[in-house]
Every structure is written in structure tokens, then in C-alpha cells.
């Protein structure tokens, strides 16, 4: 019985927080723009080679992939905190509700992730209609795993928002905000950089293993490196994910490890999230 007075707590709160997302401009302005975005790409792919019309699935998938590594990630940690971080007294009052303050979060968590996967999926949905009218479903494959990428990279990122934001009530929004856009700017930017220059200056097997290491540490590669498996095979791996693929000697090894590592950036921020919730003081 506590257990599904747990899990009715959490619906309950993921309702809630569901229909808040949906109701607010920042989804809707988010659900347009991606929509645009992706209507772009998929209308604009032949323009370097001098052509002219809507490319197929497969193309769409292998030049919406950087997209959705660059946009997701940003826009989840932004609406992430942005909806976890609530006015003093509205915090208040939403923690002396007789519930437990891990549920609240869970269902705050499951609300907004259904509200984003929702608002990328009309993206993804106008696109692949028009794709489909004008070109078939060749290379649909490719294009659905980028659609289960955004899906993932969107948990990972509201579970690393959940623990920016998780005590920074009122006006201490702005420093989570801040430390969001800087875990972004990290992550999505400079990591790549620092990791191939710290390579380049060990030995082959050292640079290996830091390589594969890379690959496991930052969720956007990881998530980038099993999306280009799925999409193209190894023919697209940069040199950190081909060393992963040494590493596992072969494409299935290299699956398993990285979601069991993607796994591990869904949970972990959000337990650890639960705890220091469980800790502070609210009022």
C-alpha cells in the first residue's frame, strides 16, 4: 500500500507539472522554433551540393544529429531548473503538502520530461511527414534513433537540472541558471577539445584509455557515439569512439557500455538530488 501511495504521489505531481509545461511560452516558443529547426535541415541538405528539395530520412538523421546534441542538452537544463527552482513561498507551500519530497521531485521530473519529449516530437513529427510525402521511408531507421538520442539526452540533462537546482529557491535561480549554462558550455564545447589535446600530448595506450574514458564521462558523447553506430556504423567514429570500440571489441560491447553509462547520468544525479532535497530546510 505505501508503495502505490508513493507511486499515485508521483503521477500525481507529474500531472501536475505536465500540464503547468504544456500551458507554459517557454515549451510552446521551444516546440516552434524546434520545429523550424528541423524543418530546416531536412529542407536545406543539398544546397551545398548545389541541389534543391527535402532529403530522405538518412541524410536528415546524420545533419540533425549535431542539432540535437547542441540544442537539448541546453534547452533541458534551462526549462529544467527553470521549473525546479520555485518562488520562496510557493516552495513552501508546495513541500508542506503531505508528500514525500522525493516524489515531488520524481513526478516534477517525469511531468517536465514528458512535456519536452512532447514539444521535440512535434519537431521530429512535421519533419518526418514532409520527409516521408516527398522522399519515402528509406533510412527511417537512422532517423528514429536520432529521435530516441533527443529523448535521452533530455532525461540526462533534466536529471543533471534537477541537481543545479535542487535548494536554489527564489532569487538563487539566477546562480543555478548560471551554473546550468556553464555545465552546458563544458560539456558541449570545450570538453571534446580538452580531451583530444590531452591525448595528443600521451602515449598511444595512455591516449587510448583517456579517450575511451571521454567517451564514458560526457553524456553527449556517449550518446553521440551510440546514435552514429546505429545511424552509419563506424564509418562516422572520431578517435575517441573508435578507441571505445577497440576497447569492446565490437559494435554490441560498445552498445552495452554505453548505456549502462547513460544509465548512470539518468540516476545518479537524480538520487543524489533526493538526498540533498531530504536535507535542507525549505522554509
Given at each position: 500500500?505505501?508503495?502505490?501511495?508513493a507511486?499515485?504521489?508521483?503521477?500525481?505531481?507529474?500531472?501536475?507539472?505536465?500540464?503547468?509545461?504544456?500551458?507554459?511560452?517557454?515549451?510552446?516558443?521551444?516546440?516552434?522554433?524546434?520545429a523550424?529547426?528541423?524543418?530546416?535541415?531536412?529542407?536545406?541538405?543539398?544546397?551545398?551540393?548545389?541541389?534543391?528539395?527535402?532529403?530522405?530520412?538518412?541524410?536528415?538523421?546524420?545533419?540533425?544529429?549535431?542539432?540535437?546534441?547542441?540544442?537539448?542538452?541546453?534547452?533541458s537544463?534551462?526549462?529544467?531548473?527553470?521549473?525546479?527552482?520555485?518562488?520562496?513561498?510557493?516552495?513552501?507551500?508546495?513541500?508542506?503538502?503531505?508528500?514525500?519530497?522525493?516524489?515531488?521531485?520524481?513526478?516534477?521530473?517525469l511531468?517536465?520530461?514528458?512535456?519536452?519529449?512532447?514539444?521535440?516530437?512535434?519537431?521530429?513529427?512535421?519533419?518526418?511527414?514532409?520527409?516521408?510525402?516527398?522522399?519515402?521511408?528509406?533510412?527511417?531507421?537512422?532517423?528514429?534513433?536520432?529521435?530516441?538520442?533527443?529523448?535521452?539526452?533530455?532525461?540526462?540533462?533534466?536529471?543533471?537540472?534537477?541537481?543545479?537546482?535542487?535548494?536554489?529557491?527564489?532569487?538563487?535561480?539566477?546562480?543555478?541558471?548560471?551554473?546550468?549554462?556553464m555545465?552546458?558550455?563544458?560539456?558541449?564545447?570545450?570538453?571534446?577539445?580538452?580531451?583530444?589535446?590531452?591525448?595528443?600530448?600521451?602515449?598511444?595506450g595512455?591516449?587510448?584509455?583517456?579517450l575511451?574514458?571521454?567517451?564514458?564521462?560526457?553524456?553527449?558523447?556517449?550518446?553521440?557515439?551510440g546514435?552514429?553506430?546505429?545511424?552509419?556504423?563506424?564509418?562516422?567514429?572520431?578517435?575517441?569512439?573508435?578507441?571505445?570500440?577497440?576497447?569492446?571489441?565490437?559494435?554490441?560491447?560498445?552498445?552495452?557500455?554505453?548505456?549502462?553509462?547513460?544509465?548512470?547520468?539518468?540516476?545518479?544525479?537524480?538520487?543524489?538530488?533526493?538526498r540533498?532535497?531530504?536535507?535542507?530546510?525549505?522554509?
Open positions: 500500500m505505501r508503495a502505490e501511495a507511486a499515485s504521489a508521483v503521477w500525481l505531481c507529474a500531472k501536475q507539472e505536465r500540464l503547468l509545461a504544456v500551458r507554459s511560452r517557454w515549451t510552446q516558443m521551444f516546440a516552434a522554433v524546434f523550424l529547426l528541423v524543418l530546416a535541415v531536412a529542407s536545406s541538405g543539398y544546397i551545398l551540393s548545389g541541389g534543391s528539395g527535402i532529403q530522405d530520412f538518412a541524410r536528415t538523421a546524420a545533419s540533425l544529429m549535431q542539432l540535437v546534441l547542441l540544442i537539448i542538452p541546453l534547452a537544463l534551462v526549462m529544467g531548473i527553470l521549473a525546479m527552482t520555485p518562488e520562496r513561498g510557493g516552495a513552501e507551500l508546495l513541500y508542506a503538502q503531505p508528500i514525500a519530497r522525493r516524489s515531488v521531485l520524481m513526478g516534477t521530473w511531468g517536465l520530461f514528458e512535456a519536452l519529449v512532447a514539444a521535440q516530437m512535434v519537431g521530429f513529427g512535421a519533419a518526418g511527414l514532409v520527409i516521408f510525402w516527398q522522399t519515402g521511408d528509406e533510412g527511417l531507421t537512422g532517423y528514429a534513433l536520432v529521435v530516441l538520442a533527443s529523448a535521452v539526452l533530455t532525461a540526462v540533462f533534466l536529471s543533471l537540472a534537477t541537481l543545479v537546482s535542487v535548494g536554489q529557491i527564489g532569487r538563487r535561480r539566477v546562480r543555478a541558471l548560471a551554473a546550468g549554462l555545465l552546458w558550455f563544458a560539456l558541449a564545447l570545450v570538453f571534446d577539445l580538452v580531451a583530444l589535446g590531452a591525448a595528443s600530448l600521451l602515449r598511444s595512455h591516449a587510448s584509455r583517456l575511451i574514458l571521454s567517451v564514458l564521462i560526457n553524456p553527449i558523447d556517449a550518446v553521440r557515439t546514435a552514429l553506430l546505429g545511424i552509419e556504423g563506424t564509418a562516422a567514429f572520431g578517435p575517441a569512439s573508435l578507441a571505445l570500440l577497440r576497447f569492446t571489441r565490437g559494435p554490441v560491447g560498445a552498445g552495452a557500455i554505453i548505456l549502462l553509462a547513460l544509465t548512470a547520468w539518468v540516476v545518479t544525479p537524480a538520487l543524489l538530488a533526493m540533498r532535497l531530504s536535507r535542507i530546510d525549505i522554509a
